[in-house]
């Protein structure tokens, strides 16, 4: 070691970022603009749905919750407005998945990370910690110096204060959750009373702990290391991806307004002035180019427009602007229509798929029948000899009632010459060829029904049919076996 | 070949003080989150091997302070799910047994319960669907050799057929009219020859003729004139359709000649009376069960009818 090869060109790397680096911490400046006012208008509506949602009440009748979005897991159903899921729907929450999917790869093709730098909730989440801070401790500048500053009882004072505002503000957010899970007021009452689930309390408490590890503590490092659509953006995005452009054909070479006195050289409109930087919600400079930590979220657009307009330069040179236009820019030519960056075959075809999806949704809701009956046959015994030469088989038939009210139904027989009916709490002579029952508003009643046929019954197929006798009316009906001593008739 | 660790110029980085051929080593320190996540590993297993069974011996592993144990586990679950059933259990047990039907949903409790008891007692004999086999009765239909009302069901489970531990067991005992001599072979065959007539399985032949007269003065007694049986003793029913050990001539010859005598245990002295009550409403439910009056209204008129003859 150490002798050292001429040909060998070393490398500093000691300011490179190791693979452990210490986290450098942010400390984003306030800033205001439209893009600032767009994201607090976001985070508002997202934090008033997330909040509001599970208080929305919503008339169902005597026989079902009355709150508009419930995911009702002891129950098995699923509540939205006036639409209600069943387990053997599932495939609508599936839809929905799959629809939420496209929709990010259809805003993300239009309007690039518009999802991370707006709607996210670790955005969302972060942007109220930090505006704390700014509360706290004071802009970026305070902070800097609290940050560097010896762990006096008045820092600690000051820390234990905000950590106790980050812990609220966790605590309001974990416990916001499982108000989806069950009848809000209901949980709120039995939460504070100590009443409820152990359940909710760990659910809570884990949310909690998530929120103020990952919005207090965290922040862009989930964005940077630990949220796979970063890594998919770069897949998804194209030359005609909307993405913040610093035009450094505008800025470069920068300098402050100083400097390009003295400089030989023109300097470029960048006056170097870091507010940029200053504002970063992730840290990042953006003069570097769009890189993994940009979540497009404008605000140093908003603080690259003040300083340009404090020292009367045109506003933009820090802009969402496309690979495309920032070429065409350079070459001194006009932007592309906006609409026609818009409309073009990459988003029409994810409108398209979205959209379909959204269709086919739509249609099976409107088709979905709310009567239903489905049977299984006994295995072990088949079949069973009466003593007076009749036949019997035995069934479970289950009758699925999807609406909020008790329904009276008939349940009988079809294709069974003789065939009657009847169920395991009626005496085996009491059969009948059809049974008028009810079924329990929003339930599946589960029946052990027997059919007997008369001697020298053939086995075969006949149908079990499912009749509402309300003014609704509806009817189902499943095909199943009858099986005798000759087997089952196949 | 040891050297002294020194910082490596070109990394910033202290080297582990190993050179190979000019080769060394960075001592590049594990990241502090998995470090910690390791010590909180070692805290736990210490905690754990304290408060858990852990360390093997020869006999067995250490108890642990805590004296937890998988059986012991098993057991509370039990305990808990039993404690779960007691107010269920309770209604049930208040109830007697033929006004279990007025309450739907307690009947359908005690049928679900005693599907579970089914399966661990009575399968053995009376098969997982409970169709029986040669000896051992099918419960799904609606023969019955001692009655099929709810109440008389769960008085024969209670005390079992022919069980010598209960004075309230079913008996009744069939002659062995071969193998005692009470009939000869010839009169046995003609007797079977009768019982396939009234059962529907032959047509009438001399055999039978003869058999009719053996019949009515060794057999009607109990199984009736026209072979109707009799729930009191519990003679089955020969006009009917089902055969406890089998209709063909040679399973009719041996039940003639030997006699047979099944037994049942009383169940009232191998489980607690509330399971027993399930059982019951179980076996009514199968698809056999006849209503509540204790006399079957089938039963009722063949007997005048046999009267006129």
Redesign the interface.
């Known amino acids: ?1 150490n ?1 050292q090869d001429p040909r060998l060109v ?5 300011k490179d970022l190791g693979l ?1 680096a210490k986290r450098k911490g942010v400390f984003p400046k306030k800033v205001d603009g439209p893009f600032r006012r767009f994201k607090w208008t976001v985070m508002a509506l997202c934090l008033a749905v997330y909040w509001g949602t599970p208080w929305i009440r919503w008339d169902r009748g005597p026989y079902a919750p009355h709150q508009a979005v419930l995911i009702d897991m002891a129950n098995r159903r699923f509540y939205m407005f006036d639409i209600e899921i069943w387990p053997h729907e599932f495939y609508f929450v599936a839809g929905l998945l799959i629809m939420a999917g496209i929709g990010l790869f259809l805003v993300t093709s239009a309007v690039g990370r518009a999802w991370c730098g707006y709607a996210c909730p670790q955005t969302v989440w972060t942007d109220l910690y930090q505006h704390v801070d700014r509360i706290v401790d004071g802009d970026r500048n305070a902070q800097l110096r609290l940050q560097k500053a010896p762990w006096t009882a008045s820092k600690l004072a000051r820390r234990t204060f905000k950590w106790g505002i980050y812990l609220a503000i966790a605590f309001v957010t974990g416990g916001a959750w499982i108000f989806y899970f069950a009848d809000a007021p209901t949980l709120q009452h039995a939460f504070w009373t100590g009443q409820a689930d152990p359940v909710a309390y760990a659910t809570t408490g884990i949310l909690t702990f998530t929120t103020f590890w990952l919005g207090g503590f965290m922040r862009e490092q989930v964005c940077v290391y630990m949220c796979p659509w970063p890594r998919i953006q770069t897949a998804m995005l194209d030359e005609k991806s909307l993405i913040v452009t610093y035009k450094h054909w505008r800025g470069e070479p920068r300098g402050s307004v100083k400097s390009a006195a003295r400089s030989p050289v023109p300097l470029g409109d960048c006056i170097d002035c870091q507010q940029c930087e200053a504002v970063c919600p992730t840290g990042i400079d953006i003069r570097e180019g769009a890189q993994i930590g940009c979540i497009t979220c404008g605000l140093c657009i908003d603080a690259c427009d003040k300083a340009m307009r404090d020292i009367g330069r045109p506003r933009g040179l820090i802009d969402y602007c496309t690979l495309e236009d920032a070429t065409r820019e350079r070459n001194g030519q006009p932007d592309a229509p906006v609409l026609k960056t818009l409309f073009r075959p990459r988003t029409l075809v994810y409108f398209g798929i979205w959209a379909g999806i959204g269709l086919a949704l739509l249609f099976m809701l409107g088709q979905r029948s709310r009567l239903d009956l489905s049977v299984a046959k ?4 088949e079949y ?6 009749a036949i ?1 088989n ?1 069934f479970t038939v289950k009758l699925r009632n999807m609406e909020d009210r008790p329904r009276p139904v008939v349940l009988s027989i079809a294709g069974l010459p003789g065939g009657a009916i009847y169920t ?2 009626m ?4 059969a009948r060829p059809s049974l008028q029952l009810q079924v329990p508003a929003d339930e599946t009643r589960r029946l ?1 029904v ?1 059919v007997v046929a008369p ?1 020298g019954t053939e086995p075969g197929q006949f149908l079990f049919q499912l009749k509402a006798i309300d003014a609704q009316g509806g009817h189902g009906q499943s095909q199943t076996t009858f099986t005798t001593a000759k087997g089952n008739g196949q | 070949m040891a050297n002294e660790p020194r910082i490596d110029e ?3 980085v202290e080297t582990v003080g190993h ?1 190979w051929d ?3 080593e960075l001592n590049n320190p594990l ?2 989150w998995w470090l910690w996540t390791f010590y909180a590993c070692i805290a736990f297993a210490l905690g754990y091997v304290v408060l858990y069974p852990a360390l093997p011996g020869l006999t067995g592993a250490t108890p642990g302070t805590l004296g937890w144990t998988s059986r012991g586990a098993l057991a509370a679950d039990l305990k808990a799910a039993e404690a779960s059933k007691a107010a269920v259990r309770a209604q049930i047990a208040a109830i007697p047994v033929e006004q279990l ?1 007025a309450d ?1 949903k307690l ?1 359908r409790v005690a ?1 679900e319960g005693g599907r579970a008891a089914f399966k661990v007692n009575c399968v053995q004999c009376h ?5 029986g086999s040669k000896g051992y009765p ?1 419960l ?4 019955w050799l001692w009655g099929g009302d709810i109440a008389t069901i769960h008085q024969t489970l209670q005390h079992g057929i022919r069980y010598p531990g209960d004075d309230q067991a079913r008996q009744s005992q069939m002659p062995a009219f071969g193998r005692d001599g009470i009939l000869t072979p010839a009169q046995v065959q003609d007797v079977v020859s009768h019982v396939r007539v009234i059962s529907g399985e032959d047509k009438a032949n001399g055999s039978a003729q003869r058999g009719a007269a053996i019949f009515a003065a060794n057999c009607a007694v109990c199984h009736g004139a026209n072979g109707e049986g009799n729930r009191l003793v519990g003679a089955p ?1 020969l006009s ?3 055969w406890l050990y089998g209709g063909d001539r040679a399973s009719l010859t041996e039940t003639v000649t030997n006699a047979h005598a099944g037994v049942m245990p009383a169940w009232s002295q191998r489980l607690d009376p509330v399971t027993v009550k399930m059982l019951a409403a179980y076996v009514h ?7 509540a009056a204790p006399v ?3 039963e009722a008129p063949a007997q005048p009818a046999t009267a006129t003859k």
């Open positions: 070691m002798v070393r490398v500093d790397h000691s452990y006994d295995r072990n015994p069973v000899q009466q003593s007076g030469g019997h035995g395991d709490d005496a085996s002579n009491a052990r027997y001697r | 070109a990394t910033g050179e000019g080769i060394e990241p502090r039907a739907p009947l049928i098969g997982a669907g409970a169709a099918n799904n239909d609606d023969d029913r009917d359709a089902i439910s199968l698809g056999g069960g006849e209503a079957a209204p089938a």
